[in-house]
């Protein structure tokens, strides 16, 4: 079953019976709100692992791999997948029990046969659906170019839809804000041709293998998407 929502009443119907308490995987493009709507699931007490969280703690204190990661995040290249799997195998064996939320994983074939291989061992594959959020590139693009980071606490900003009181400085801690290099525009563009290349492929897979996948599309900014989700998730 391949299955497409776009705010239809009929596709609704549907995509309700395929999300409620199923196990959810979140596709989507850098700024697509992936990690925002995994803490909507976190909220609902779903168990929730984010690879890209654990590829960033990896970089930080994993001393096998931290220079590897740390290189391909600058050069937007993608991290290999043994890598990957190391990383996320212990964790992926602890929320594998229902419903669970993943996010950032898996990105390309190869990753995403491993996932299969994982569900099908741990019986939980017919209860499990993809869910993409697809956003149009120039909207990601103009949240992703205009984002502004507190150098202490890590809080963010948007320099036109939410900027802070005092241009240049972060509300809650008064420390200056910064532009984060992966939030450059030629980064963001790079990581994009990567999705086309490895994520879109992955995606046709999933749809040829009749794995239900939900698609949120649209202009929306994250919060719509939650909106969206709600009435999916919460009847
Ligand atoms: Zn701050």
Redesign the pocket.
């Given at each position: 079953m391949t299955l497409t929502y776009e705010n239809s009443l009929a596709s609704m119907k549907e995509a309700e019976f395929v999300a409620h308490n199923k196990n959810c995987i979140i596709i989507g493009k850098s700024g697509s709100g992936k990690s925002t709507l995994l803490r909507f699931f976190q909220e609902l007490n779903y168990n929730c692992l984010s690879c890209s969280d654990l590829l960033r703690k990896a970089m930080h204190s994993n001393k096998e791999y931290s220079n590897e990661i740390a290189l391909c995040a600058e050069q937007v290249l993608a991290i290999p997948d043994d890598i990957v799997f190391d990383v996320i195998n212990k964790e992926l064996k602890m929320i594998i029990r229902s419903p669970f939320v993943i996010e950032s994983f898996p990105v390309n074939l190869n990753q995403y046969y491993y996932l299969i291989e994982k569900l099908r061992q741990g019986n939980c594959l017919n209860k499990t659906y993809f869910l993409y959020l697809d956003v149009p590139e120039e909207t990601l693009i103009y949240r992703i170019i205009h984002r502004r980071t507190?150098s202490?606490?890590?809080?963010s900003y948007h320099l036109i839809d939410h900027p802070p009181q005092i241009p240049g400085y972060?509300?809650?801690?008064?420390?200056p804000l910064f532009q984060r290099e992966q939030d450059q525009e030629v980064k963001i563009r790079n990581r994009f041709n990567m999705f086309k290349q490895y994520t879109m492929p992955m995606l046709e897979r999933v749809k040829s293998d009749c794995l239900p996948i939900i698609r949120l599309t649209g202009q929306q900014d994250v919060m719509d998407f939650r909106a969206q989700l709600t009435k999916l998730l919460i009847r």
């Open positions: 507190c202490l606490c890590f809080s972060c509300d809650s801690c008064h420390q």
